[in-house]
């Protein structure tokens, strides 16, 4: 919502806890406990300037540059109510390294993995995914005011059409077969094979 035009500047950003649990961690998506730590970073939206708002923790794995210089500016003095803890910059930039990592780590969408615990849902379907079994990792669009990310979301198999028609998936369909092929690490290529045949036609 628009400030009034005789309030002060919005600053860049804060450091605050979450003085309810309503708001949403525009980086994971979930829930921002009451009282749990964030960082909100100032952005133009449709009906005026506003706070978008990140987990401190997912802040430090996705949005270092911008937690660097809410640190040096002392963004918690911006809070209505300072936390009285913060945790150092430096451990959040032993956050980010790991984070930065993985991501290196991480295979290009899409591709094909073992699940290892059975506790994931497809994100098509909302059933669990079960221990031990192929699922299928795709691209999906997730749009947080002017910005677009790729994250990746886990299917059955037999869902992966469906997931491939949504408007919001960024794996092109004629694409698939490849992607699968050339980015599946530690799975057999006959198992690859088995599964494009039990997903079936998507283009």
């Known amino acids: 919502m628009a400030e009034p035009a005789d309030s002060p500047p919005l600053p860049p950003y804060i450091i605050e806890g979450a003085r309810s649990s309503r708001s949403r961690c525009k980086t994971c998506r979930r829930s921002i406990s009451k009282g749990g ?3 909100g970073i100032l952005v133009e939206g449709p009906y005026g300037a506003g ?12 949005h270092a540059e911008q937690l660097e210089e809410a640190y040096a500016q002392e963004a918690w003095n911006e809070a209505k109510e300072p936390p009285a ?22 295979p290009s969408l899409p591709y094909v ?7 994931a849902r497809c994100k098509q379907c909302g059933e669990r995914l079960a221990k031990g079994r192929l699922r299928v990792v795709l691209g999906r669009r ?15 198999p037999a869902c992966v059409a469906a997931a ?10 004629d ?7 050339a980015h599946s690490r530690d799975v057999p290529a006959e198992q690859i094979e088995a599964l494009l045949a039990e997903i079936g036609p998507v283009a």
């Open 37 to 39: 730590l964030r960082l």
């Open 164 to 173: 491939l028609a949504a408007d919001d998936t960024d794996t092109r369909p």
């Open 51 to 62: 706070h978008m708002w990140h987990h401190l923790n997912c802040a430090a794995k996705r």
């Open 113 to 119: 993995e073992m699940d290892p615990s059975g506790r």
């Open 85 to 106: 803890k913060i945790p150092t910059l430096a451990s959040l930039r032993a956050l980010a390294q790991e984070a930065e990592t993985r991501r290196r780590e991480r």
């Open 142 to 156: 997730v749009e947080f005011g002017s910005q677009t990310r790729i994250s990746p979301i886990q299917v059955h």
């Open 175 to 181: 694409a698939l077969a490849e992607g699968l092929r």
